[in-house]
């Protein structure tokens, strides 16, 4: 059968696309004219010497005039090297004099000194002192699930020593995370000491800032109106302080130091008094690193600082949940997740997290992993993410547990009857207490049997002077990861004697001699008859 001829394609096209085309060649010619101009090649022919064709000798004369040509060019490449060479020892011989010259004192002064980090603790803690020097009253911001481990006595003694009569209020925060009993009976123990206000913070933008970003209804209210989102106990702080200020004889403006470890909820206190979010919040601790000053009314300034650096000595719990090891690395997460299981109850953890039955912490932490669907490559736990949340939950606004008030807990060695007269002094006692039992009655507390109890059983001590800051040395080497794998016959891990080298090479022998005979029984026997 013939085959059909096929019509070839036609190569006509409408003016308007012919046209475009050739704008576009035009323009393409035209960026690489401009190309090879600001190079400085040409794409035009070389011109001839216009030496005629019937000339004698015409390719001797070219030949000579293109070596005069580079005899030229390499001249003036040797007048460019000798100009580069005299300004290269021209620049050494002025650096040479200037480093005979005896520098002045000033100058080598300002050089010698280093600016401070803002990550250093000797920086933290003078900022600390700045602020109880330069305010009026203190406000210690304690976190109510412990509020006996987040006092710092060294703070307390510090601003009761100081001279101007500084007031010190206590401000319990994240109230609605603790049964309304344990709230009420820590109340009625620490005002024996300090005045104290209930509060708890907002957790949503306020009416204004929500009228800006369009979160307004039509009815002009903010469409998270629940308990959970609101704040309680900022009218009570905002009049007391605004009266006391009042009370002043130089009637000047009232300068206020918010201090506290960290994540005890120092920002977000600062930022429902103000009403907007004027200071940086976040679950990570130390995220404040200077002071910061806001103005919350034309009587009042509130001013922000970095957390207490705790001391060293504390106990490994205090250290664990209020100072910044883990951020610093100078503490694995999930050695600071195991010892802060240590002081809960396993039972109430198990309940809280949903999870089976536990014997070790790196057991739990596996058992987290699988939960919430942490996992590495491979499908293995990852437990350092594990230990991260926990440690979150612990530290941030979300996990509900709490302290009971110790039976031999009496006053600091620091505190007299004279010194709780006079921090009264100038105060409403009866508003103060009216003022918290209204914030009692407004927030939604969680049941006893839904929080988890922990043991506190001092408060934490903190660094106040530069000088017994110690210097800061270099971080270890990171601390061996724990493995999910936990074998029937293995201990508890809390009660494990540290292994010697010895012990090591013995165990990695052991090890070694096992894989070897697991492959040894893996091995296929081509000496036996299978049916």
């Not at 061996?480 to 029937?488: H, I, M, Y």
């Amino acid at each position: 059968m013939k085959r059909p001829k096929l019509k070839k394609a036609s190569k006509r096209m409408s003016c308007s696309k012919r046209y475009k085309i050739q704008k576009k060649v035009r323009e393409h010619n035209r960026k690489l004219k401009k190309k090879a101009k600001t190079k400085g090649v040409s794409n035009r022919p070389k011109k001839d010497l216009a030496v005629p064709n019937s000339a004698p000798f015409k390719e001797e004369v070219l030949r000579e005039a293109e070596q005069r040509r580079l005899k030229i060019e390499e001249e003036k490449e040797r007048k460019r090297e000798a100009v580069k060479e005299e300004r290269a020892k021209k620049r050494k011989k002025e650096n040479e004099v200037a480093r005979k010259e005896p520098e002045p004192k000033a100058k080598k002064a300002r050089q010698d000194e280093k600016p401070p980090e803002k990550n250093c603790k000797k920086f933290i803690c003078g900022q600390l002192n700045n602020v109880i020097d330069a305010v009026d009253v203190i406000i210690e911001v304690l976190d109510t699930r412990d509020p006996l481990g987040c006092r710092c006595p060294q703070l307390e003694e510090a601003v009761l020593q100081r001279a101007g009569n500084k007031k010190l209020f206590l401000v319990l925060t994240k109230i609605d995370l603790v049964p309304k009993a344990n709230v009420e009976r820590w109340i009625e123990r620490l005002q024996q000491e300090f005045p104290v206000v209930a509060f708890k913070a907002s957790v949503q933008a306020p009416a204004k800032k929500a009228k800006k970003r369009g979160m307004l209804g039509a009815s002009n209210e903010v469409l998270d109106r629940s308990r959970g989102g609101a704040c309680f106990g900022s009218t009570l702080l905002t009049e007391m302080l605004t009266s006391y200020a009042a009370s002043k004889q130089d009637h000047s403006t009232l300068r206020v130091g918010v201090v506290g470890f960290p994540n005890v909820g120092k920002s977000s206190l600062v930022n429902s008094l103000k009403g907007s979010h004027v200071c940086n919040v976040g679950v990570k601790r130390g995220i404040t690193k200077s002071v910061q000053e806001v103005c919350v009314s034309s009587q009042v300034n509130l001013l922000d600082s970095p957390g207490i650096v705790a001391c060293p000595s504390n106990p490994a719990a205090s250290l664990a949940l209020r100072s910044l090891q883990v951020e610093e690395g100078e503490e694995s997460v999930q050695e600071a997740a195991r010892t802060v299981l240590k002081l809960c109850d396993k039972t109430q953890v198990m309940l809280q997290y949903n999870v089976a039955d536990y014997r070790t912490a790196p057991e739990f932490l596996t058992l987290l992993a699988k939960k919430r669907g942490f996992l590495q490559k491979g499908g293995n736990p990852n437990l350092v993410q594990a230990a991260t949340v926990f440690l979150d939950d612990w530290t941030g606004a979300k996990l509900s547990y709490h302290c009971k008030i110790p039976d031999n807990l009496g006053l600091p060695a620091y505190m007299t009857a004279t010194l709780v007269t006079d921090m009264w002094t100038g105060l409403d006692r009866n508003q103060l207490e009216s003022g918290n039992q209204n914030t009692l009655s407004s927030v939604k507390f969680p049941n006893q049997s839904s929080s988890i109890s922990f043991m506190s059983k001092s408060p934490t001590a903190g660094l106040l002077v530069v000088n017994d800051i110690p210097e800061e040395v270099a971080k270890p080497a990171e601390k061996e990861v724990l493995q999910p794998e936990l074998r029937a016959d293995q201990t508890n891990a809390d009660e494990a004697e540290p292994v010697s080298p010895k012990g090591k090479t013995k165990q990695v022998q052991f090890q070694s001699a096992h894989i070897e005979t697991v492959c040894a029984d893996d091995a296929y026997d081509f000496n036996t008859d299978f049916v």
